[in-house]
């Protein structure tokens, strides 16, 4: 399979890269305790196939910036077959689509059939683009929201207009352009950018919804980043934006919590050998999606450290 997509793609053929994206069933991960979403551009089909062994609890399949206008038709299918095979994820799977007066409501309709467990669009304004996603997108996926427009920013506690918008995103970069304020203020003193995280987290947990913190763009000072990660645990966020793997360590080093993950293994041995006693190894559970053997493995080492 994986041999026909690399060749469909190099031969630069749309259309035998879309009979491969074969629409089937998809089971949806409802969980919304990921702490390090990572950005993966859905052109690079070598990114892409090393989704299962990422150590990220959260994939965003990124169609957006990054991606060419010649490159977006095949990473839309791209996304989509990826999407198909991994009908069954333990990994939160976002597609990140294009602003909806860019073909985001042409993407969502087209992904609708591949199953997504969330869409997140970029540059949203206010609650009627909103409600007019909503609409559209599937009921059993979820929405997220980029938090990246003066308008967005202004109206921010009015865009949660029902329970299927749960995530919210601080595109900071793209904010602050549209602010007209210079990015050089995005510093870790200026008393600016404390008020921001603050009103961002504050207001979003008001209103049930997880805020996530911005990407930090300088990805090789590691430094600086976990500075970022201390004042950020400290107000209150649990999940932050990641653009490579050394980031993604880091995110879930400071963000985990230890009480939580000890119980939550506990948990998924309980489930696991009991399900095991009936001679069923892989199951689905509501709270912790799916349990197989290699994840009740993986509690069981948690538990012996």
């Known amino acids: ?72 038709p095949f990473a839309l299918v791209l996304c989509a077959i990826f999407l198909m095979k991994h ?26 059939q591949f199953m997504p467990d969330a869409i997140r669009v970029p540059k ?3 609650a009627k683009e909103v409600s007019s996603v909503l609409a559209l997108l599937n009921e059993e996926i979820e929405l997220h929201l980029s938090i990246e427009t003066a308008e967005s920013w ?41 008020y921001m995280l603050s009103h961002f987290l504050v207001t979003s ?32 966020y649990d999940a932050k934006g990641c653009i490579s793997p050394n980031q993604v360590k880091l995110v879930n080093a400071m963000f985990v919590d230890k009480e939580a993950e000890i119980q939550r293994a506990k948990v998924i041995i309980k489930l696991f050998e009991m399900h095991r006693d009936e001679g069923i190894t892989g199951f689905t559970d509501e709270e912790y999606g799916f349990i197989d053997e290699p994840i009740y493995k993986g509690a069981l080492a948690l538990l012996e450290k």
């Open 1 to 72: 399979m994986i041999e026909k997509i690399i060749q469909a793609y190099e031969n630069r053929d749309l259309e035998a890269l879309d009979k491969l994206a074969v629409p089937a069933f998809r089971e949806i991960n409802k969980k919304n305790s990921f702490k390090s979403p990572l950005m993966l551009s859905c052109n690079k089909i070598n990114h892409l196939s090393k989704i299962a062994s990422l150590e990220a609890d959260c994939i965003m399949l990124n169609l957006e910036d990054g991606v060419s206008p010649d490159e977006k």
């Open 87 to 112: 009908k069954r994820c333990d990994k939160k799977l976002v597609v990140r689509v294009n602003a909806l007066d860019e073909g985001g409501y042409e993407e969502i309709t087209y992904l609708n």
């Open 124 to 126: 949203i304004k206010n």
């Open 154 to 194: 202004h109206k921010l506690s009015t865009l949660a207009v029902n329970k299927r918008v749960t995530t919210f995103y601080l595109g900071i970069l793209d904010l602050f352009a549209d602010m007209k304020l210079s990015q050089g203020l995005i510093n870790i003193d200026n008393p600016t950018i404390t």
């Open 205 to 236: 947990k008001a209103m049930g919804v997880k805020p996530v913190s911005f990407v930090f763009q300088e990805f090789k000072d590691e430094t600086t980043f976990i500075k970022w990660l201390k004042l950020e645990k400290s107000m209150g």
